[in-house]
């Protein structure tokens, strides 16, 4: 077995043999407990996990996002006669981060590892309690839906030589139907990671990225060279939620999130006909799966899909990549790298990760506005 399969096993351990409130269902026989626990020291990819906070992502699944924990459980069990680490599909890459991604077979849920301390220190410490209370009171948030939280328990040597990632986070898919739409037949749903360009990036810009390979210039923001067509009522809305939702980021020194982009288009059929601006037709192929993860009472939003005001799409967006925090030490370090670059090299601005909270929230939310078209009525 793999690393990436034993990864896979221990997260999908961690969430379907823990109770709502924490705690683990442990065998009974005192030998058993033993060789666990000698075994878990030893090893090098499987680390043994447990939930943080479990009981305040148990209550923002169940009372605000409409999932049971039944339905949560059952997206991360195995197949009859599969193995637990089956449960998971490994998928992307390493990205800048990294990170690790898996998704689970029903597509429902993604699973991203969080492997630089100062990240899942800062969402420990800092950001998962405003960030719980504001998913609770802001149902129609654009921050992405964080299901659990994973932490390693324990020593072990896999943790020690960080071997393997010791904290993972859960989150909903806003790409779930993508798959069931292909098999369909449907045009290919388009997807952008977006953040604001006009920073420093030293992969692309020193020596006109001469130095850097293809490979990793392509891992850096998407660019959208399209106009998103809204109604002045949807536009509205939208930059509601983009400004409450990066108020709360830039209170807590977040800088480096992203927003991540869906676009489906409609059949040609259906665009000739008229749609009702700020909703999917209910007779819609795009129409969001009843079954999908995280969908609030009263769609549409934009997390189930919003049509574009002149009928041509059904868009999704999320905020996602919040982690990176400017009083931790790591990006302390970095903006101190880059100030001394700008002050001796080269006057080339700040990145993204070390310009200032309130600065990153201005680029973010003008990016944002820069790619909305209103339709006037």
């Given at each position: ?208 990225g001469a130095l850097t390979s293809d490979a990793t210039k392509e891992q850096l923001a998407d660019e959208f060279h399209d106009k998103i067509v809204l109604s002045q009522e949807q536009a509205d809305d939208l930059f509601a939620r983009l400004e409450e939702d990066t108020k709360l980021l830039a209170e807590h020194n977040a800088v480096d999130y992203s927003l991540f982009l869906v676009r489906m288009k409609l059949p040609r059929e259906e665009v000739q006909e008229e749609v009702q601006p700020g909703a999917a037709k209910s007779d819609s192929n795009l129409a969001p799966p009843e079954d ?86």
């Open positions: 077995m793999g690393r990436q399969e034993r990864i896979a096993r221990s997260i999908v351990r961690a969430i379907i043999r823990t109770n709502v409130n924490g705690t683990k269902k442990k065998a009974s026989n005192p030998l058993g407990i033993l060789l666990a626990l000698f075994s878990a020291f030893f090893s090098l990819y499987q680390l043994l996990m447990r939930k943080i906070r479990p009981a305040d992502f148990a209550k923002l699944r169940r009372e605000y996002w409409d999932v049971s924990d039944d339905d949560y459980v059952d997206s991360f069990r195995p197949r009859e006669g599969a193995k637990d680490e089956e449960a998971l599909t490994a998928i992307g890459d390493m990205g800048f981060s990294g990170s690790t991604f898996y998704a689970t077979t029903d597509q429902k849920y993604l699973v991203k590892s969080v492997p630089r301390h100062s990240e899942h220190s800062f969402f420990r410490n800092d950001l998962l309690t405003p960030y719980v209370q504001h998913m609770a009171t802001h149902p129609q948030s654009l921050l992405v839906r964080i299901c659990d939280f994973l932490g390693a328990s324990g020593a072990s040597i896999g943790r020690i030589l960080r071997l393997a990632p010791s904290h993972h986070i859960v989150m909903e898919n806003i790409m779930y139907g993508r798959e069931e739409a292909e098999n369909r037949g449907d045009a290919k749903w388009e997807n952008w990671d977006l953040k604001p360009t006009s920073y420093f990036y030293p992969e692309r810009d020193i020596a006109d999908g993860p995280s969908v609030p009472p009263q769609p549409p939003t934009w997390k189930t899909g919003v049509a574009s005001a002149d009928g041509k799409y059904v868009y999704r967006a999320s905020i996602l990549d919040f982690f990176w925090a400017k009083h931790k030490i790591q990006p302390r370090f970095m903006t101190l790298l880059i100030n001394l670059w700008n002050l001796l090299i080269s006057k080339d601005g700040p990145m993204s990760i070390t310009t200032t909270p309130e600065e990153y929230r201005e680029r973010f939310l003008k990016m944002c506005r820069g790619y909305v078209d209103i339709k006037k009525d």
